[in-house]
């Protein structure tokens, strides 16, 4: 059974630092694209990031390009998201998405997501 | 302001048909046809229902279908169902390497 499961989620003052986790299992990390997406409370989903198979290359969304990098150990089968310079506006839940196969788009799987809080 | 632009609210009786769109642009949407449409219950992570703007995941209900004329994109659920009330969200590649959503929509069954 495929899972993505985030992890490293919590409340942080403006400024600050945090690194998200997600583990995936079930199938072979390795081969696929990966991206994160987020969703402020209330709102709705935006794209952040995305990343390729064995972690040459990654592209960011204008909002996050300079502050967050991605990054993954397919030894782990695990892929990060560091976020430094934390914003009010960073705050939302976070989800990993695994990139589809044979064609451009993500998200036949999505892990359940982790809460990022920025605030005083 | 969200990349794509979706109507905020749709609704529809059970066995009714209802369409919801996604209108982009020339750089996105009518360049490309990695257009994407996912499902999301409260509190729950999105499902992916269309992609490739016309092809349906396995185990996704046929219910679901997908199209695309020139800058927009469509999904429509046919066959209304009380479980089909969610949010549904378009994606599309922006090229370079970007992903865009729309703004979502509401989708009530009355």
């Known amino acids: 059974e495929v899972q993505l499961v985030e992890s490293g989620g919590g409340l942080v003052q403006p400024g600050g630092s945090l690194r998200l986790s997600c583990a995936g299992s079930?199938?072979?990390?390795?081969?696929?694209?990966m991206h994160w997406v987020r969703q402020a409370p209330g709102k709705g989903l935006v794209w952040v990031s995305l990343?390729?198979?064995?972690?040459?290359?990654?592209d960011y969304a204008d909002s996050v390009k300079g502050r967050f990098t991605m990054s993954r150990d397919n030894a782990k089968n695990t892929l990060y998201l560091q976020m430094n310079s934390l914003r009010a506006e960073d705050t939302a839940v976070y989800y990993c998405?695994?990139?589809?196969?044979?064609?451009?788009?993500?998200?036949?799987?999505w892990g359940q997501g982790t809460l990022v809080s920025v605030s005083s | 302001q969200s990349a794509l632009t979706q109507p905020p609210s749709a609704s529809g009786s059970p066995g009714q048909s209802v369409t919801i769109s996604c209108t982009g642009a020339?750089?996105?949407?009518?360049?490309?046809?990695?257009v994407s449409w996912y499902q999301q219950h409260p509190g729950k992570a999105p499902k992916l229902i269309i992609y490739?703007?016309?092809k349906r995941p396995s185990g996704v209900p046929d219910r679901f279908s997908g199209s695309k004329s020139g800058n927009t994109a469509s999904l429509t659920v046919s066959g209304l169902q009380a479980e089909d009330e969610a949010d549904y969200y378009c994606?599309?590649?922006?090229?370079?390497?970007?992903?865009?959503f729309g703004g979502g929509t509401k989708l009530t069954v009355l």
């Open positions: 490739d703007a016309t």
């Open positions: 020339s750089s996105d949407i009518g360049r490309y046809n990695y």
């Open positions: 079930g199938f072979t990390f390795s081969i696929y694209w």
């Open positions: 994606s599309a590649f922006g090229g370079g390497n970007n992903w865009l």
């Open positions: 990343i390729h198979p064995d972690g040459s290359g990654t």
């Open positions: 998405a695994r990139g589809l196969r044979g064609t451009s788009g993500f998200g036949d799987y």
